[in-house]
T-cell receptor, first 110, second 116 residues
Framework: GQQLNQSPQSMFIQEGEDVSMNCTSSSIFNTWLWYKQDPGEGPVLLIA?????ELTSNGRLTAQFGITRKDSFLNISASIPSDVGIYFCAGQLRGNKLVFGAGTILRVKS | DVKVTQSSRYLVKRTGEKVFLECVQDMDHENMFWYRQDPGLGLRLIYFSYDVKMKEKGDIPEGYSVSREKKERFSLILESASTNQTSMYLC???????????????FGPGTRLTVL
């Protein structure tokens, strides 16, 4: 099936630092999504991107839909302890099926 | 408030047992999904359903079947559990799909299944 390459696999950062993660694919997607999964919970949607080049913010989170439609990045500014979790990118081609990246595990040192 | 519930948070079964994982959503969503989540592999789609009694295979359907007799309930069945089916299983639902939009998939808390 289609593959999304998400990096980095994990990050261990100091509170207050900015975080950046990205996803790339050999396939073109119509929509890019970023989810966060807290420990012991299911993933929750953070940001949805619908157009190539689109830059969208949600509080301290900013995500962009790459111009080629084959990549996306997520930035978190001024990280705080509750940002801990696993972040997943997902691409949607058509219908309601999503393809997920392997996830980025974020740990924050206070 | 949107709600997707899964019947168990933790389950331990023996090899060869038949296992039922239940998922219920209270949002009147058309679409329901079953994923498994494994470290380093992300979420992989097992089966999905876009209507009652309708189902489609996802990327890794082997060893699984599903049942959707009512709109709010989607069951994942492991006919004969094997150790390589030890995983976290996540159910999700979404409203519908129309061209040019994405309907958010809402996830349940997951069931961690261990097959001994």
């Amino acid at each position: 099936g289609q593959q999304l390459n998400q990096s980095p696999q994990s990050m261990f950062i100091q509170e207050g630092e900015d975080v950046s993660m990205n996803c790339t694919s050999s396939s073109i997607f119509n929509t890019w999504l970023w989810y966060k999964q807290d420990p012991g919970e299911g993933p929750v949607l953070l940001i949805a991107l619908y157009k190539a080049g689109e830059l969208t913010s949600n509080g301290r989170l900013t995500a962009q839909f790459g111009i080629t439609r084959k990549d996306s990045f997520l930035n978190i500014s001024a990280s705080i302890p509750s940002d801990v979790g696993i972040y997943f990118c997902a691409g949607q081609l058509r219908g309601n099926k999503l393809v997920f990246g392997a996830g980025t595990i974020l740990r924050v040192k206070s | 408030d949107v709600k997707v519930t899964q019947s168990s948070r933790y389950l331990v079964k023996r090899t060869g047992e038949k296992v039922f994982l239940e998922c219920v959503q209270d949002m009147d969503h058309e679409n329901m999904f079953w994923y498994r989540q494994d470290p380093g592999l992300g979420l992989r789609l097992i089966y999905f359903s876009y209507d009652v009694k309708m189902k489609e295979k996802g990327d890794i359907p082997e060893g699984y079947s599903v049942s959707r007799e009512k709109k709010e309930r989607f069951s994942l069945i492991l006919e004969s559990a094997s150790t390589n089916q030890t995983s976290m299983y996540l159910c999700a639902s979404s409203l519908t799909w129309t061209s040019g939009t994405t309907d958010t998939q809402y996830f349940g808390p997951g069931t961690r299944l261990t097959v001994l």
